[in-house]
């Protein structure tokens, strides 16, 4: 079956290092991946999705991720971490055309 | 241009009681996806109506229903509450029975006691 894990529940950076947030899925063929971000009190805001051709894709607030085949992998990196960027972020990946999985977040804490 | 709104924002109410919770679509969308995040957990899929037909189903038994309208906001109907149920419920708009472009809606806080 079709899922989605995040293997961090929780990560703290200090602002203006750089951010990896891991996510793995497990499908037999290229899924569709998604990256989305929860702030306290939201709804989720997609960040940046992944559905064919250049496996380096750039989303909003300077955040890419890639994916990576090989390693089932489809990570989220940011160069430089704002004091805003605090929030859980979420991988998804797409079932069917109407079932997105989504992993159980990663709560990012962003340290001054 | 709205966006996807939801009501209401919170809401308690009594094991065995009954629920509706509605969301409004982003102007233009004819496609409205439920969820249901629990405390600490990701999203899970429960159904997702297109043009007021249902469009899948994820994992949830017969007693989470839903409807969509002819302007296609939505409604999810939750019978026989369980404590399990409280959750945080999410529904996302998108085009033409797609998921690819979801908007979300901020979410309905459902506490069951």
């Known amino acids: 079956a079709q899922s989605v894990t995040q293997p961090d529940i929780h990560i703290t950076v200090s602002e203006g290092a750089s951010l990896e947030l891991r996510c793995n899925y497990s499908?037999?063929?290229?899924?569709?991946l998604f990256w989305y971000v929860q702030s306290p009190g939201q709804g989720l805001q997609l960040l940046l999705k992944y559905f064919s051709g250049d496996t380096l894709v750039q989303g909003i607030k300077g955040f890419e991720a890639e994916f990576k085949r090989s390693q089932s992998s489809f990570n989220l990196r940011k160069p430089s971490v704002h004091w805003s960027d605090a929030a859980e972020y979420f991988c998804?990946?797409?079932?069917?055309?109407?079932?997105?999985?989504f992993g159980a977040g990663t709560r990012l804490t962003v340290k001054p | 241009e709205t966006g996807v709104t939801q009501s209401p924002t919170h809401l308690i109410k009594t094991r065995g009681q009954q629920v509706t919770l509605r969301c409004s679509s982003q102007s233009g969308h004819n496609t409205v996806s439920w969820y249901q995040q629990a405390l600490g957990q990701g999203p899970q899929f429960i159904f997702q109506y297109y043009r007021e037909e249902e469009n899948g189903r994820g994992n949830f038994p017969p007693r989470f229903s839903g409807l969509q309208f002819p302007n296609y906001s939505s409604e999810l109907n939750v019978n026989a509450l369980e404590l399990d149920d409280s959750a945080l419920y999410l529904c996302a708009s998108s085009l033409d029975g797609s998921s690819y472009e979801q908007y979300f809606g901020p979410g309905t806080r459902l506490t069951v006691t």
């Open positions: 499908y037999g063929a290229t899924p569709y």
């Open positions: 998804a990946s797409r079932y069917n055309n109407n079932d997105m999985r």
